[in-house]
């Protein structure tokens, strides 16, 4: 397995492994390439933009979107998206990418990372299993207009 860099010609084919992810178990979303493309394409032009993508025999396996954020004087990695083809999820391959984000983060004087996750699943057992921590007096709120 390979981690890199994400360039702008992986967006398409990761917008398409995105959206064959979420539209499975638990999250059962109902994703168009296109909306993920647009969304994938946005984090990609962020400012200080980090992404990293895992393939192995030119198949992509999993993908890592973040992007730079300061927050009381730090600096810290927000992981915006990140998700593993469903075939290799549980082998490896996320921690091989978080491991590439803690290297780049340590590097670049990054001093916390942090993100947002659906309750009760794999991937809030995955964060746990990797020393992320749930903070009780945290809400995420939205408004649809």
Not at 54 to 66: D, H, K, P, Y
Request: proline letters at 1%; one cysteine or more.
């Amino acid at each position: 397995m390979k981690i890199r860099k994400i360039k702008e010609q992986d967006l398409r084919p990761l917008a398409e492994l995105y959206v064959s992810v979420f539209k499975q178990e638990p999250w059962n979303e109902d994703w168009k390439v296109d909306w993920a493309y647009e969304r994938l394409s946005f984090i990609f032009k962020s400012h200080r933009f980090y992404g990293y993508i895992a393939e192995e025999n030119q198949s992509i396996l999993g993908g890592v979107f973040s992007r730079i954020g300061s927050y009381r004087g730090r600096l810290e990695l927000e992981i915006v998206e990140y998700y593993v083809c469903s075939g290799h999820q549980r082998k490896g391959v996320g921690s091989a990418l978080l491991e590439e984000l803690k290297n780049v983060a340590e590097t670049d004087g990054i001093s916390c990372f942090v993100l947002q996750t659906d309750k009760n699943t794999y991937a809030e057992d995955f964060y746990a299993k990797h020393g992320f921590e749930a903070h009780e007096e945290n809400l995420l709120m939205s408004l649809t207009l």
